[in-house]
C-alpha cells in the first residue's frame, strides 16, 4: 500500500502520524515452520541482504509485516544512501561484512496476516493494536510510535532534520499495490546557503550550463555537497553560464575530494557566487533531491 503526496497535514482525531523513514520499503514474510523471507515493493526476494534482519523476533509464528529497512548515518540520522551498499548484495558472506559495518534496523509499522490470519480488511487502528501486542520489539525489529497530533510532528522532524511523515487514517484497510488517498505523506524541504565551485554543461554541448557543484563553508574548508541540476534551465542557465565565464580556473576549490562521477566534465570556478538550494532533509554530507533558489548577491562565502 503507498501513500499519495498530501497537501496539508489532516488535523482531524480520523487520522493518525507516524514519522517517514528514509529507507527501503520490505515485506517481511514467515509461514509457521518456515525460515522468514524479505520481500522488496518489487516483489523481489532480498533476504539474503539483510542477514540481521532475516529472523522473526517470534520465531517460525505465521506472520506477515509491512516496513522499512533504516540505517543511520555517522550524524544519527536515517540516510538511504547508506543503504545503497547492501539493497542489491546477493552474497551472503558479502552481506553479513556489510552487516557488521552498515548495520540496519526494520521499523515494523503495519501487520498483514497472523497466526495464518490474513487482517488487511481491518481498520488501520485494529491493525495496530494487533502489531503492538505481538511482542516484536527485537534488537534489529522495532515498531516505531505513531501520533494524534500531526502538525506537531510535521514540526518535530523538520527541526530534527528527518524525511517528513505520513498521515493515515485510521479507518483504512490495507490495499496492496495501490497509490491511495488514505495514506498522505509530507516530505520536508530545507533551504541552505552555498558555494558555486564549477558546473557542468548540459549532456552533448560544451557551453549550456545544466549544473552547479556546490559546497558548504565550514570549519574545515569548503566542503563538496554535490551537483544541483533540477531548476536550472533557460534563462537562469544563461545567467548563470554568464556569471561563472569569467572566474574559471584550473583546479577544484573544494577542501575535499569530489567523487570522479561529478568531477568528469566539470568546468571549475573561484568559490565567489553564493546560491540557495532546496534539499530533502539535513545533516548529509550530500544534497539530497537538490533545486536551485537562486542568487545570493546580499552574502559572500565569507560572511558565511
Known sequence: MLASPGTHVPTDPGWSHEVKWDGVRV?????????????????????????????????????????????????????????????????????????????????????????????????????????????????????????????????????????GIVSK???????????????????????????????????????RLAALLVGEVTADGLLYRGRVGSGISGAVSRQLAELVAPLARADSPFDDEVPKVDARGTSWVEPVLVVDVDTHGLGYERLRQPSYRGLRTDVTPEEL
Open 169 to 207: 487514517r485510521l479507518t483504512s484497510r490495507y490495499v496492496a499495490g495501490q497509490r491511495t488517498q488514505s495514506w498522505l505523506k509530507f516530505a520536508h524541504r530545507h533551504r541552505g546557503t552555498f558555494v558555486v565551485g564549477g558546473w557542468r554543461p548540459q549532456e552533448g554541448t560544451s557551453d
Open 27 to 163: 515485506l517481511a514474510d514467515t509461514t509457521r515452520g518456515g525460515a522468514t523471507r524479505l520481500w522488496s515493493r518489487n516483489e523481489n526476494d532480498v533476504t539474503v541482504a539483510w542477514p540481521e534482519l532475516n529472523r522473526s523476533p517470534l520465531g517460525d509464528r505465521d506472520l506477515l509485516v509491512d516496513g522499512e529497512v533504516i540505517a543511520l548515518n555517522d550524524r544519527g540520522l536515517p540516510d538511504f544512501r547508506v543503504l545503497q551498499d547492501r539493497m542489491h548484495v546477493r552474497s551472503a558472506s558479502s552481506a553479513a561484512r556489510l552487516a557488521d559495518r552498515l548495520p540496519a534496523t526494520y521499523m515494523v509499522f503495519d501487520v498483514l496476516r497472523v497466526d495464518g490470519k490474513d487482517v488487511t480488511d481491518q481498520p488501520l487502528g485494529e491493525r495496530r493494536t494487533i502489531l503492538r501486542g505481538l511482542g516484536l520489539e527485537h534488537s534489529t525489529w522495532q515498531v516505531p510510535d505513531a501520533y494524534d497530533d500531526g502538525p506537531m510532528l510535521h514540526q518535530a522532524t523538520l527541526q530534527q532534520g528527518l524525511e
